[in-house]
């Protein structure tokens, strides 16, 4: 929502903006740090080096608009302003977590702030996004559907039919590619057949744009520039974010090296909440508000920590719960029974 | 009292569930023209409520889910069992489980018709009945009607239904007619409908098997066998008690399934009634499935390997000959 704004709320909302980067990024090295020390399962799928492309759309969204997102998908709820706690128990698949441990790190979400839903599977969530952009042309409701994807997503069928359908209901939605180089181990270089993601948005006759991944302040005015468009009725964007991560696929999941080590140390100096701390600073934020944001920030995870290592795991029978909506089905049939 | 169609039961449903609700729309490719006779409804309703599809299977199948997680309630029309494939992933990753990995955040009452085309020369890739594979994901609710009324009241029950609901309807019953009251007898998802009653064999049908086995037991009467026909109805949740006292009063069990022998439907209620009601039984339970080869074209191959009321009897004869294996 950063239209019209005065030099001073222009200057607000990034200082905002960096504040969420930097939730993003303490809760990720939190979750690092509880991987490491054998307190949670599996594997991390970490946003670190992309939070700006989080931060950015997630400010271009309005206050009812939803977003479904991916596998990667831990900044959104936190840049969307859920509460680090119940996120946190969800990582370490507490019963107080947001979807009581039944989601987990592949599928953080806070429906409640409007990060409504994500899915660890490549392309998968779009045609569901496509769903519940369609309910609000429907029911003429004003939100817009941010749907978010990768550079490896780009090659799915399932992308393709979500555009095309999205396109020719000209639905309220915003596609957002997170292109950050790699699908996994798989440079987009290789896999993909356009230098630019963006441009296969003119197969669906709508606009593609690309956006410096490393900037909230540019993701956010071109996604800005995409909701308004869906808002209006004009139909669906395609915003492709250049973006990084400078750690591995996911934690807890080694491979062979697979980029250059100077590749990945070039991105690692541009770190986008080092440079963007910087750009508040020259634009006249003083150093002391940063400090002090480092540390709410700070405290905020370390009791996010303390809430998560301090709940309960699910009770055992919790097991047959959200089956069903119908609770009449959460349970095993009186007539069977399980070993 | 007044008879239906299959066909038309379902229409009627359809009808009557958008016009008290106007959150329901349908979905399909080729409907607003009707391809599969269930009617246009553009008559009655607008564009935006009766919406063709592109053939895009996986956007349209998970664009139904989203639509239901905020407020539509979505009834897709598939077409045909074997376009369904196409868009497995959905089912399987966001139809089955987004209620369950959301805990109950998010809710997803959407149906889907999948209409089984077998038996009528459609070849290898359009002759699938997939429902086994269905049952394998927990989460979904699976009904197979059998007679009009039931299509009727088990169709409305699956629109006004919170979870997911996959409607796998026989195209064999499409053109069967039968009473349908207003409103419908009583059909719940979750239960199984005695359709005839007999004290000697006990035999489960699905889909156009419970025509067969009607079919078998008249002809088994005349032989002096008296067969119990269960209609499933619903392959998930399955009704246990109703199978379970069937079995305990005849002790013996066949299950007529057209889906291919390997896991089918037929396994599960086999194995399940081994499992469980074993000391009840007093002969071998017996599959009469479809054989596990492919559906070929020509009629004179395709025909062989279906479940009919032939089989069916031969299975039942052969268990009712059988002594007690206990006693």
Not at chain 1, 12 to 41: H, Y
Not at chain 1, 54 to 82: K, Q
Request: hydrophobic share 40%; with cysteine.
């Amino acid at each position: 929502m950063a239209r019209m704004q005065s030099p001073t709320d222009a200057v607000r909302s990034m200082v905002g903006m960096w504040r969420q980067m930097l939730r993003i990024r303490r809760f990720d090295e939190a979750a690092t740090r509880l991987l490491r020390s054998g307190q949670m399962p599996g594997v991390l799928h970490l946003t670190t080096g992309q939070e700006a492309v989080v931060a950015g759309s997630s400010a271009a969204m309005g206050p009812d608009d939803l977003l479904i997102g991916t596998h990667r998908n831990h900044g959104y709820p936190v840049a969307r302003g859920g509460d680090l706690g119940p996120l946190m128990a969800e990582v370490l698949g507490k019963a107080t977590g947001v979807c009581q441990g039944r989601g987990g790190e592949m599928h953080l979400i806070d429906p409640s702030v409007g990060a409504f839903f994500s899915s660890a599977i490549l392309g998968s969530g779009l045609p569901v996004a496509v769903g519940t952009a369609l309910a609000s042309q429907v029911q003429r409701s004003g939100r817009v559907t941010l749907a978010t994807f990768g550079d490896g997503a780009s090659n799915e069928g399932a992308v393709h039919e979500s555009m095309n359908l999205a396109a020719i209901w000209k639905l309220p939605i915003v596609f957002l590619c997170e292109n950050n180089g790699y699908a996994v181990t798989v440079p987009a270089s290789y896999a993909v057949s356009v230098r630019d993601i963006a441009d296969r948005a003119a197969a669906y006759s709508m606009p593609g744009t690309v956006a410096d991944g490393s900037d909230p302040v540019a993701v956010r005015e071109a996604v800005q520039t995409a909701r308004d468009r869906a808002s209006a009725g004009q139909g669906p964007s395609l915003v492709e974010a250049k973006t990084y991560r400078t750690v591995d696929h996911a934690e807890n999941l080694p491979s062979q090296p697979y980029r250059p080590e100077e590749e990945v140390e070039s991105w690692r100096k541009r770190d986008p909440l080092t440079s963007f701390r910087g750009r508040l600073l020259q634009d006249g934020v003083a150093a002391g508000e940063l400090d002090k944001i480092e540390q709410e920030v700070g405290e905020e995870v370390a009791a996010a920590v303390k809430f998560a290592s301090d709940s309960p795991f699910p009770e055992p029978t919790a097991l047959w719960e959200h089956m069903y909506a119908d609770q009449s089905l959460n349970r095993p049939a009186a007539s069977l029974s399980w070993p | 009292m007044r008879e239906l169609t299959y066909l038309a039961a379902i229409r009627e449903a359809q009808i009557e569930e958008m016009t008290s609700d106007d959150t329901v729309i349908l979905m399909g490719q080729d409907i607003r023209a009707n391809l599969y006779g269930t009617g246009s409804f553009l008559d009655m309703f607008s564009e935006e409520r009766i919406r063709d599809l592109p053939t895009s299977e996986t956007a349209c199948v998970g664009a139904a889910v989203g639509a239901a997680m905020t407020g539509l309630r979505p009834v897709v029309d598939m077409g045909s069992a074997s376009f369904s494939f196409v868009a497995l992933d959905q089912f399987i990753s966001e139809v089955s489980k987004i209620h369950y990995m959301s805990a109950g955040q998010l809710k997803v009452p959407v149906t889907y018709r999948i209409p089984l085309m077998y038996n009528g020369g459609v070849g290898v890739q359009h002759s699938d009945r997939p429902y086994p594979m269905f049952m394998q994901m927990p989460g979904l609710k699976l009904i197979c009607p059998t007679t009009p009324s039931d299509a009727k009241a088990m169709m409305k029950a699956a629109i006004r239904d919170d979870d997911p609901v996959i409607v796998f309807e026989d195209t064999y019953n499409w053109s069967s007619r039968g009473p349908v009251a207003d409103p419908p007898a009583s059909a719940p998802i979750g239960t199984a409908a005695i359709a005839r009653e007999g004290d000697d064999v006990t035999v489960v049908g699905i889909g156009r098997t419970v025509a067969f086995a009607l079919a078998a037991a008249g002809e088994l009467a005349d032989s002096g066998v008296s067969a119990e026909v269960i209609d499933l109805r619903s392959l998930a949740p399955i009704d246990w008690d109703t199978i379970f006292g069937s079995v305990e009063k005849t002790g013996r069990l066949v299950v007529a399934d057209a889906a291919v022998s390997t896991c089918s439907a037929a396994s599960e209620i086999a194995a399940t009634v081994a499992e469980h009601r074993f000391e009840a039984l007093r002969a071998p339970v017996r599959r009469v499935t479809s054989l596990p080869v492919h559906s070929p074209y020509t009629p004179a191959l395709e025909r062989a390997i279906y479940p009919d009321a032939g089989k069916i009897t031969a299975a039942v004869l052969s268990v009712a000959k059988q002594a007690s294996h206990g006693n």
